[in-house]
């Protein structure tokens, strides 16, 4: 299986995800890995200064819309076993971009990661966002069978 393989089903479901949790908004979510980020939000009617000119590639982004209001959804897909620097990514892109929430998911395992979150309890280098409200990314397995995320692996 290759990483390209998730973005379709890592779409699907993050469309349905957004859908009940946003009833009344409109909701986009495309697989975006092979654009520049700020290129998919303008198509979208967004600007946003910090993705500018920046390479940022989400795998599968996610958008509500309502009025002139938005948030914004990222996956990273792997089919690897995770490891620090795969959470260093999406964590670089989520202290810059400020995401609603933020999914790395791998059809592999969590890898060291598991150590380092579970193990050592270090649930804390998941958190981004502004000093009013701290977020936290989440980190799990894409079941392959079920094409949804497995729950039970999901950290925090």
């Given at each position: 299986?290759?990483?390209?393989?998730?973005?379709?089903?890592?779409?699907?479901?993050?469309?349905?995800?957004?859908?009940?949790?946003?009833k009344?908004?409109?909701?986009?979510?495309?697989?975006?890995?092979?654009?520049?980020?700020?290129?998919?939000?303008?198509?979208?009617?967004?600007?946003?200064?910090?993705?500018t000119?920046?390479?940022?590639?989400?795998?599968?982004?996610?958008?509500?819309?309502?009025d002139?209001?938005?948030?914004?959804?990222?996956?990273?897909?792997?089919?690897?076993?995770?490891?620090?620097?795969?959470?260093?990514?999406?964590?670089?892109?989520?202290?810059?971009?400020?995401?609603?929430?933020?999914?790395l998911?791998?059809?592999?395992?969590?890898?060291?990661?598991?150590?380092?979150?579970?193990t050592?309890?270090?649930?804390?280098l998941?958190?981004?966002g502004?000093?009013?409200?701290?977020?936290?990314?989440?980190?799990?397995i894409?079941?392959t069978?079920?094409?949804?995320?497995?729950?039970?692996?999901l950290?925090?």
């Open positions: 299986m290759k990483e390209f393989d998730l973005y379709n089903p890592m779409t699907i479901w993050l469309k349905q995800y957004l859908s009940g949790k946003y009344n908004w409109e909701v986009i979510v495309e697989d975006a890995h092979s654009q520049r980020l700020d290129r998919v939000l303008y198509k979208h009617g967004i600007i946003n200064d910090l993705a000119g920046v390479d940022i590639q989400i795998d599968v982004l996610g958008i509500v819309k309502k002139k209001e938005y948030k914004l959804f990222f996956i990273e897909a792997k089919v690897t076993k995770l490891t620090l620097r795969d959470l260093g990514q999406l964590w670089a892109y989520c202290k810059l971009i400020d995401p609603e929430e933020a999914f998911l791998t059809s592999e395992s969590l890898g060291s990661l598991n150590k380092i979150l579970k050592f309890g270090r649930e804390d998941l958190d981004f502004n000093s009013k409200k701290i977020k936290k990314m989440k980190v799990g894409w079941d069978v079920r094409n949804s995320i497995d729950y039970i692996s950290i925090p």
